[in-house]
Structures are given as structure tokens and as C-alpha cells.
């Protein structure tokens, strides 16, 4: 009786939540056969893809230059000291993508790329409209902005392909993409369709707890862009083995769901939401639920997508990703999920993340580690030292 009650009443707080997490509670909750395919039954092989995406902002706060500074210098030294402690199961350091804006200092990619140099990452796009003049946006403003972080990027072999062509991954800043959030964020009603023609692959920027999150959750899907609506990206063609791209451009998700909050009883429930910060550390308990709970690609449920995010440059997130915590997440991981026999870690950045989810499209098979450098080949800082 009194679990007929909580559900009863978890039902009807659901109802008053935002549109997406109605649809998540009758798929995944009062549907939870379809929700939790075959997979979790199957003793085969499973490979698990673990991309941490990192809204990096040196300013976060409104500090100080000198802060700034700090920070980035901070990253530097004390990421590689932790992810040298591991690899995964092809022999890779800890991977991590500093998604990093332009309206900050573009001379700290220098620092980065060196980082990147070194094996532990790659940079991609994060940009917040209403903080690069002018501002309100229209499409052409904000081409020329998308155009113009290009450049400056390139100079550093950032967004650069070998042949010469620019292309790149992105993050919307404020979580407002496509003008989800109105013109205070964003303002660009064809945002989706200006991203694909400046050369972006894929955005990173979801999931997220405002009215931006699309309705299509817990999967990786192709948008079209419709000029004439805001949030033309909520509903999509999901990403499937076999089938053709489709639309303007590919959203790549992290895990939406509700789990239990071990730490205040067996009753108590929250939402996961991909975020690794202060207040959601990677527990054992939490790890496990992501593997359970891991995205993955129609017909190609051995391929087990993780997708993690975080605002890395602030202070209170170093203990998740470069410290302690940081310490102890790939520790259990190593131990657990990489025994070559049941599960295999592999640490991709978000383009290799795009790469092998595009093979995995084209029905290719095995080790998710051959298709790193599918379609989108490595950038030129990656290959030489500036």
C-alpha cells in the first residue's frame, strides 16, 4: 500500500515537470521492459565509450585574470598527474574535451593545445551568444561570430583537418541552442542549419534541466532544422545501424534519468543528469548506474555511449576530474569495467565519440578503438607540436 501511494504520488508530481520528463516517466517507468533492452540479459562483449565534455570557462565567476591564469596553469599540471595513473583497455590516458569559448583570453589554447599534445584530450566550441558583440544575434551576426572563432582557433591548428578543411564540435553556452531559451541566450531560430553550414559535426550540448532539453531524451539523433520554429531540434531521426544521415545535424546526449539517492535511504530519488561536479561525484553506485543506463546506437546495443559533462575550470569541480574522486571513478573503472572478458574502457574525446558512433551507422563491428579517426580526422595540433 504504501509503495501504491509514493508511485501515485511521484505520478502526479511528474505531471506538473516539464514536458520531457512526462514523456521519461511513461517510457521508462511504467514501461520499464521497453526502456531496458535484451542487452543487460546478453553475456557477450560490451564495450563502454566514456566522454567527458567540459563547458571550460577560465572566467566562470567573474574572476580575475590572474585567477584565470591560475586555473588553466592548474590543468595543466595536475590532469596529466592523474590520468597517467590510467589507460584504457587500447592503451589511452583518461581523455577529456575542453569545449572552450571565445569570449576569453584565445592565447590560453596555446596552453591547452599543448595538453592535448601530450595525449589527454582535444578542444572543441563553446559559445554564448549574448557575451560576443553585437548582441541581439541574427543568423548572419552569428555566422560571422561562428566564422570568425574559427579563425582565431586555426591559428593554434584548432577546428584544422590535415586537408585544410575547418570543422568542429559544439556546446551552446547557457544550454540555449536553437533559441530554446528566447532572445536573452540565443535569439536564432535557424541556428541548427547555420552550425552545419560553418562546418560543425555534432553538438554535445544536452542533457540539461531547463526548457531547453529536448523531448527526445536518452538517445543519439539527427535534427532538422525549421526556420520558422524555435527548438526544431526536440524530436529528431534517431541515430540507427544501417540507416542514412538524415537532417542538419547530429545531437549527441548524455543520460537523463531518475535514480536512487543511496545516501538519504532506499526511497529517496533524484535525477542523474550526466553532470560531474561537487554536489554529483562519481560513486561507485553512480558508475554502475551509468553502464546499466548507457546510451547506445539502434542494433548496436555492445557499444555502451557514457556521456559526461562539467564546468571544469571552476575549483569546486577539480576533485571530480583531476583529483581524489577523479582517483577513484577510474580506479573502480579499470577494475570493473575492464577486464577484456565481459567489459572494455575505451576514453574518447567527443570527436572520436562522433567517429565511432558514425561506424557504428555504417555497420561496422568489434573494436570501437579502430574507428577513433572514422570521418573526422585528427586535428593538426594533435599531429605536430606549435
Same mark, same amino acid.
Given at each position: 500500500? =504504501?509503495?501504491?501511494?509514493?508511485?501515485?504520488?511521484?505520478? $502526479? &508530481?511528474?505531471? +506538473?515537470?516539464?514536458?520531457?520528463?512526462?514523456?521519461?516517466?511513461?517510457?521508462?517507468?511504467?514501461?520499464?521492459?521497453?526502456?531496458?533492452?535484451?542487452?543487460?540479459? =546478453?553475456?557477450?562483449?560490451?564495450?563502454?565509450?566514456?566522454?567527458?565534455?567540459?563547458? &571550460?570557462?577560465? %572566467?566562470?565567476?567573474?574572476?580575475?585574470?590572474?585567477? =584565470?591564469?591560475?586555473?588553466?596553469?592548474? *590543468?595543466?599540471?595536475?590532469?596529466?598527474?592523474?590520468?597517467?595513473?590510467?589507460?584504457?583497455?587500447?592503451?589511452?590516458?583518461? =581523455?577529456?574535451?575542453?569545449?572552450?569559448?571565445?569570449?576569453?583570453?584565445?592565447? &590560453?589554447?596555446?596552453?591547452?593545445?599543448?595538453?592535448? /599534445? /601530450?595525449?589527454?584530450?582535444?578542444?572543441?566550441?563553446?559559445?554564448?551568444?549574448?557575451?560576443?558583440?553585437?548582441?541581439?544575434?541574427?543568423?548572419?551576426?552569428?555566422?560571422?561570430?561562428?566564422?570568425?572563432?574559427?579563425?582565431?582557433?586555426?591559428? #593554434?591548428?584548432?577546428?584544422?583537418?590535415?586537408?585544410?578543411?575547418?570543422? $568542429?564540435?559544439?556546446?551552446?553556452?547557457?544550454?540555449?541552442?536553437? @533559441?530554446?531559451?528566447?532572445?536573452?541566450?540565443?535569439?536564432?531560430?535557424?541556428?541548427?542549419?547555420?552550425?552545419?553550414?560553418?562546418?560543425?559535426?555534432?553538438?554535445?550540448?544536452?542533457?540539461?534541466?531547463?526548457?531547453?532539453?529536448?523531448?527526445?531524451?536518452?538517445?543519439?539523433?539527427?535534427?532538422?532544422? @525549421?526556420?520558422?520554429?524555435?527548438?526544431?531540434?526536440?524530436?529528431?531521426?534517431?541515430?540507427?545501424? %544501417?540507416?542514412?544521415? *538524415?537532417?542538419?545535424?547530429?545531437?549527441?546526449?548524455?543520460?537523463?534519468?531518475?535514480?536512487?539517492?543511496?545516501?538519504? %535511504?532506499?526511497?529517496?530519488?533524484? +535525477?542523474?543528469?550526466?553532470?560531474?561536479?561537487?554536489?554529483?561525484?562519481?560513486?561507485?553506485?553512480?558508475?554502475?548506474?551509468?553502464?546499466?543506463?548507457?546510451?547506445?546506437?539502434?542494433?548496436?546495443?555492445?557499444?555502451?555511449?557514457?556521456?559526461?559533462?562539467?564546468?571544469?575550470?571552476? !575549483?569546486? /569541480? *577539480?576533485?571530480?576530474?583531476? %583529483? !581524489?574522486?577523479? $582517483?577513484?571513478?577510474?580506479?573502480?573503472?579499470? !577494475?570493473?569495467?575492464?577486464?577484456?572478458?565481459?567489459?572494455? +574502457?575505451?576514453?574518447?574525446?567527443?570527436?572520436?565519440?562522433? @567517429?565511432?558512433?558514425?561506424?557504428?551507422?555504417?555497420?561496422?563491428?568489434?573494436?570501437?578503438?579502430?574507428?577513433?579517426?572514422?570521418?573526422?580526422?585528427? #586535428?593538426?595540433?594533435?599531429?605536430?607540436?606549435?
Amino acid at each position: 500500500m =504504501q509503495l501504491f501511494i509514493f508511485f501515485t504520488i511521484l505520478l $502526479f &508530481f511528474t505531471m +506538473l515537470m516539464k514536458p520531457w520528463r512526462i514523456v521519461y516517466f511513461i517510457y521508462k517507468i511504467i514501461f520499464p521492459k521497453i526502456s531496458f533492452p535484451v542487452r543487460r540479459r =546478453q553475456k557477450k562483449l560490451r564495450h563502454i565509450l566514456l566522454c567527458i565534455v567540459d563547458h &571550460f570557462e577560465p %572566467g566562470n565567476g567573474n574572476v580575475s585574470y590572474d585567477a =584565470q591564469i591560475k586555473r588553466v596553469n592548474t *590543468w595543466v599540471k595536475c590532469y596529466p598527474e592523474m590520468a597517467k595513473n590510467f589507460t584504457d583497455f587500447d592503451g589511452r590516458h583518461p =581523455q577529456h574535451t575542453w569545449f572552450y569559448p571565445p569570449h576569453y583570453d584565445i592565447s &590560453f589554447l596555446k596552453t591547452l593545445v599543448q595538453l592535448c /599534445s /601530450s595525449g589527454f584530450g582535444e578542444i572543441e566550441m563553446h559559445l554564448h551568444h549574448n557575451r560576443m558583440l553585437p548582441f541581439p544575434d541574427t543568423g548572419e551576426t552569428l555566422k560571422k561570430k561562428i566564422l570568425s572563432c574559427i579563425n582565431d582557433y586555426s591559428k #593554434y591548428g584548432v577546428f584544422t583537418l590535415p586537408n585544410g578543411k575547418k570543422t $568542429f564540435a559544439f556546446v551552446h553556452g547557457d544550454w540555449s541552442l536553437d @533559441n530554446s531559451r528566447g532572445k536573452k541566450f540565443c535569439g536564432v531560430n535557424n541556428e541548427i542549419v547555420i552550425l552545419k553550414e560553418c562546418g560543425c559535426y555534432a553538438d554535445f550540448t544536452f542533457p540539461c534541466l531547463n526548457l531547453a532539453q529536448p523531448l527526445l531524451v536518452n538517445t543519439i539523433y539527427y535534427a532538422k532544422d @525549421n526556420h520558422r520554429y524555435k527548438k526544431s531540434y526536440t524530436w529528431g531521426r534517431k541515430v540507427e545501424v %544501417g540507416k542514412k544521415e *538524415w537532417g542538419d545535424l547530429m545531437i549527441v546526449q548524455g543520460i537523463l534519468a531518475i535514480r536512487r539517492n543511496y545516501k538519504k %535511504g532506499f526511497l529517496s530519488f533524484q +535525477l542523474e543528469t550526466s553532470d560531474l561536479d561537487s554536489e554529483d561525484s562519481p560513486s561507485i553506485k553512480r558508475i554502475d548506474f551509468w553502464i546499466k543506463n548507457a546510451i547506445t546506437i539502434g542494433g548496436k546495443d555492445d557499444w555502451l555511449i557514457i556521456k559526461l559533462h562539467t564546468h571544469g575550470a571552476i !575549483e569546486s /569541480s *577539480w576533485d571530480v576530474l583531476f %583529483g !581524489e574522486k577523479a $582517483f577513484l571513478m577510474h580506479k573502480y573503472l579499470r !577494475e570493473r569495467y575492464n577486464d577484456g572478458e565481459n567489459f572494455c +574502457l575505451h576514453y574518447v574525446t567527443a570527436r572520436e565519440l562522433f @567517429n565511432i558512433i558514425k561506424a557504428a551507422e555504417a555497420g561496422r563491428d568489434g573494436n570501437p578503438n579502430l574507428y577513433r579517426d572514422y570521418v573526422v580526422a585528427p #586535428y593538426v595540433y594533435l599531429v605536430r607540436n606549435l
